[in-house]
């Protein structure tokens, strides 16, 4: 089944500075790579999505980048505030058929001011 | 935008307990459902999708008899864990798709479970 890897666990970076998380996924025919971001205790909120015939999408401060041939994909938040702290998760959609995602581990993500 | 509404939020029981987790889609039809399960500091892990009108389908390890998952209408899903024990324990979070292929899903509130 399909795998989702994301590194690194972990990003301490100062307010105004840019964070990058990198996810690779394990099947081809995965076509739609949305990107979470949970706070404590709560539910996992969408910011940004990217579908394959895309290279890239940018909301903001918010960028995701999407490699098919080498199978990975990233979120690049640039100006970071405080406000940003939270545990970002990518995640996978296996095919056109079906809604399943499959979530990467999660990065933790601290802006300190 | 699509709503997803997840109760109780929290939840203590004792052992050998039975617990039923809603999930209903408030302004759209859910043709799927997906519950997840999340343990302190990890990861999203999926437990099984439900189908409106079908048998859920239950990811490896997931044990059917223990989490009793019914999609009775296009906008309720319910989880129940059955003889909870506290390894049960855990934050358990639904989300809901209207099925168009492409669509985002929509996650509950999550439910936090306690098993004492």
């Known amino acids: 089944g399909e795998n989702v890897e994301q590194h690194p666990s972990t990003l301490s970076v100062q307010e105004g500075d840019s964070a990058v998380i990198k996810c690779t996924y394990s099947?081809?025919?995965?076509?739609?790579f949305p990107w979470y971001k949970q706070e404590l205790g709560k539910r996992p909120q969408l910011i940004i999505d990217i579908r394959s015939n895309v290279g890239e999408k940018k909301d903001q401060r918010i960028a995701v980048t999407l490699n098919k041939t080498a199978k990975h994909f990233s979120l690049h938040i640039t100006e970071t505030q405080p406000e940003d702290s939270a545990v970002y998760f990518c995640a996978a959609r296996l095919s056109y058929n079906t809604d399943k995602l499959i979530f990467g581990t999660g990065t933790r993500l601290q802006v300190f001011p | 935008g699509a709503v997803v509404s997840q109760h109780p939020s929290r939840v203590i029981c004792k052992s050998g307990t039975s617990v039923k987790i809603e999930c209903r889609s408030l302004d759209f039809q859910a043709t799927t459902m997906f519950w997840y399960r999340q343990f302190p500091k990890q990861s999203l892990m999926l437990m099984a999708t439900?189908?409106?009108?079908?048998?859920?389908?239950?990811e490896q390890g997931v044990e059917k008899d223990k989490f009793l998952i019914n999609h009775a209408s296009l906008t309720l899903s319910t989880l129940t864990v059955t003889s909870a024990h506290p390894e049960d324990s855990s934050f358990y979070i639904c989300?809901?798709?209207?099925?168009?292929?492409?669509?985002?899903?929509?996650f509950g509130n999550g439910t936090r479970l306690t098993v004492t």
């Open positions: 439900s189908n409106e009108g079908s048998k859920a389908t239950y």
């Open positions: 989300s809901a798709s209207s099925g168009q292929g492409n669509s985002p899903l929509h």
């Open positions: 099947d081809s025919a995965s076509n739609y």
